[in-house]
């Protein structure tokens, strides 16, 4: 042996020094490969080559006969606190769901597979655990899209579970076989390729992590027919219990049953993965105290919350409420954070919040990103400190406008410390500031109840003012409001108040229409003693109508209200005046509640103002006795949203 290293290596010499270019050639490449190699497996989507055993447990399905890459995603799954799988089924997932059934987990199979990333997504806001959404191959993926570029743009952590076609047949023409890789790449944190059961519970351990580490989103995993069923099954399909005769028959026969006992190697020792712990930016009592000293002297101080500063409150959100009082600052919430402090806290504004950021001369953004929605920061004078409190540096940057100090941390840890500071030394808010923006509230709100008394011309529907006026007094103290919609949704948003900390969910950032199926199921199943009331536009709720049939099988009671203008109005009002043409714009007062009515469903048709009261009463009945209701609502034309296209 030792003659023969001898040997290579003094042959190695003499070729490097009768071939210095050559060597150096070889020398890059390897250097290269290296780099390679480290990069590779530091990549988001690589797949760790085991468990940690201080996160690992035995499984319970353990014997042979029964252990299965589905039992190895459903005993995981369940190791990491998840009650819900939502899906759409489809033989390459099929021992997903069976083994989650087997072990408790509720199995919520819905009628578009854009429904089950929705309902996934709402799950994740409200309990703070990600929720998984389980899909079948190829258009059963690619239906999930939407669904899962608005929970990344809405910071939501969620993780997607797709099949896919076996290993072996994979770019041969099996069915529903594309690259779904380079698909889901853009829209995901990482996406994950698992080809034998070693890598099925550490991809899925580093999806949960990944999902909540950093900025959340959403997280994808593709599993191949072959990974997820038994081997035995696997093999009767692939060798077809055929004994080879002919010498191209034992080629193939040992090339597939060595491929096979690669993707099972090992399968009885394998263990369900436990959570990891994930890392996110954390404030530092120095930044609470920058900021505290930015806002000491503030005359007209301001605080924007926004969805972020919800993070990590796993379904709680009492403890940042109880924060945000302390300091002391008059606010105006976004997003998730809506409702945040209830319906009637002084330090709560709904209504001119352009003007209070144009006026305010220290103004706090938690978790808000100077977007569209802040006119990219524009809104706020130069004039004024501008403090963004934000997971992401780039969103921190965001917009036009640049803040004078920025903090790279977790809004709601960040307040924690704030608040402490406030606490122990009160910030001194004057009065006539807090004065001038609840008396201001309170003038639009008297606007906004005038407007509402206005009876419509002759017989032509309902004022959508007076609708949401009156769903608000009607509905539960600790009702769950779920918005889906353009002009009559974005009326409710001025007309209703949350009732409390997570109580609200709209879609967010990316304006999707078509949430509100999926996200009222989610809500539902969190809530399951509370009222679900889903605000509708009548061309939004043709989306996911068709959840009523999932509603009705699954017993889940919710309280939709269309508003019914028969037509795309917050599009056609300003179309219709810059162009003169309400091309596309135009629909029907379509009987939608006819329709939830064949899927299950209770209806109600409202076409008169005094018909609306009865209505709503009628639905709580409904819904207290476990029916899915759908309110029908033909609305008149109204202008209170006029001018509201953002760009």
Known sequence: FSCTFRSCRDNMADFVTENPRAAAVATGVAVAAGAYYLWSSNRPDAIPSGVPSKYAKAAQI?????????????????????????????????????????????????RHEVTTVFAADAVSRLTGVPGIAAVTAGPGLTNTITAVK?????????????????????????????????????????FFTCNTVREIVPALQKAFKLAQEGIPGPVGIEYPTDVLY??????????????????????????????????????????????LPFKY?????????????????????LMLVGSQALLGSMGDGSSIANNVRTTGIPLYLTGMARGLLGRGDPLQNLHKRREAVREADVVLLLGVVTDFRLEYGLQIPSRAKLISVNRSSANIKRGYRTANIKVVADPREFLELFAKLTRDSPLQVPEEWKNKLSTRDADRNKEISEQAGVAPDGDTGCNPINVCQLIEKNMAEDAVIVADGGDFVGTAAYTTRPRGPL?????????????????ALGAALVNPQKEVWLFWGDGTSAYSLAEYDTFTRHNIPIISVIGNDACWNQIHREQSNIFKDDVACILEHTDYHTVAEGYGGKGILVKKPEEIAPALQEAKKLFAAGSAVCINVHLAKCDFRKGSISM
Not at 163 to 186: C, E, S, V, Y
Not at 244 to 250: A, R, V
Not at 504 to 518: E, I, K, M, N, S
Request: aromatic share 8%.
């Open 503 to 519: 109580t609200w969910l709209d879609p967010g950032a990316f304006g999707t229409l078509g949430v509100g199926g999926g996200f």
């Open 62 to 110: 353990s014997s042979k006969e029964e252990k299965c890459g589905g039992s190895l995603v459903a005993e995981t799954l369940q190791a990491h606190g998840v009650k819900y799988v939502f899906t759409l089924c489809g033989g390459h997932i099929s021992p997903i769901l069976v083994y989650a059934k087997k072990l408790g987990i509720r199995v919520v199979d819905v």
């Open 150 to 190: 608005n929970a990344q743009l809405a910071e939501s952590p969620l993780i997607v579970l797709a099949g896919a076609a076996p290993t072996m047949l994979r770019g041969k023409g099996a069915l529903q076989d594309i690259n779904q890789f380079d698909l889901m790449k853009p829209h995901c944190k990482a």
């Open 281 to 301: 930016a954390k404030p530092t009592q120095s930044q609470a105290q920058t900021v505290y000293n930015a806002l000491k002297g503030a005359k007209r101080p």
């Open 230 to 275: 038994g081997e035995a099954l696997v093999r009767e399909f692939f060798l077809k219990k055929k004994v080879p005769k002919t010498m191209e028959e034992k080629i193939t026969h040992w090339y597939v049953d060595r491929i096979i006992r690669n993707i099972f190697k090992g399968i009885e020792a394998l263990p369900v993965g436990l959570p």
